[in-house]
């Protein structure tokens, strides 16, 4: 059976404290692993997509990378703007979503 | 263009009465995603459509629930009887690209609550 498990399931930061999120899978036939930020009251919003281990992708203070079991999503410098709920999803013919990690970052 | 547009954002209703979704659609993509997003199991597929034609609907939970697609430009998911246990956020989402199915823009969704 497909598994996403992200960790932690919140994380709560200093501004300027950098960190890293979690996110393991266990799927069959794995085509991309997908992030997303979804901000209260909003829907997901797409930030990267990762095909092969070893790749990595940025986006101004966040950089996502790839193992053949894992992604993580590393939070550098994060500023109050960055909390959001971060949720990753690993696509086989659909995307399967983990339950997210809630970033709280304080000023 | 101004993307996925869903209706109702907040719907309340009672135990037994039908509950209809609606999801206006970017014109010209070519699937449709319903989710549904709970606090204990998070963002679920639903039903998904390729060219308004259903292909997967196994994560429908039961036969309470039912979604159409009758052209491009429309679509709804059907509760009938609604329960309490379908208190949920429903979510339209559809590719940002033709054919790219991990890279989906999403509706602000349809908060519902069961009473």
């Known amino acids: 059976e497909d598994q996403v498990t992200q960790s932690p399931e919140a994380l709560r930061l200093q501004e300027g404290e950098s960190s890293s999120l979690n996110c393991s899978y266990t799927v069959s036939g794995l085509r991309g692993l997908f992030w997303y930020r979804q901000d209260p009251g909003k829907g997901p919003e797409f930030l990267f997509t990762l095909y092969s281990a070893g790749e990595e992708k940025e986006k101004e203070r966040l950089k996502a990378t790839l193992t053949k079991k894992e992604s993580f999503l590393h939070i550098t410098a994060p500023k109050p703007e960055d909390s959001a709920t971060y949720l990753c999803?690993?696509?086989?013919?659909?995307?399967?979503f983990g339950t997210g990690t809630r970033l709280q970052v304080f000023p | 263009d101004a993307g996925v547009i869903q209706s109702p954002r907040h719907e309340v209703t009672e135990m037994g009465q039908e509950v209809t979704l609606r999801c206006k659609p970017i014109?010209?993509?070519?699937?449709l995603f319903w989710y549904r997003q709970t606090m204990m199991r998070g963002l679920e597929l639903l039903i998904y459509f390729n060219n308004n034609v259903p292909i997967d609907d196994s994560g429908m939970p039961e036969d309470r629930f039912s979604a159409k697609m009758p052209n491009a430009s429309f679509s709804t998911l059907k509760i009938q009887p609604s329960e309490p246990r379908d208190s949920a956020v429903y979510f339209c989402a559809q590719p940002a690209e033709q054919g790219n199915t991990g890279e989906l823009f999403f509706g602000e969704g349809s908060r519902l609550t069961v009473l």
């Open positions: 014109s010209g993509h070519d699937y």
């Open positions: 999803a690993p696509r086989t013919d659909k995307l399967i």
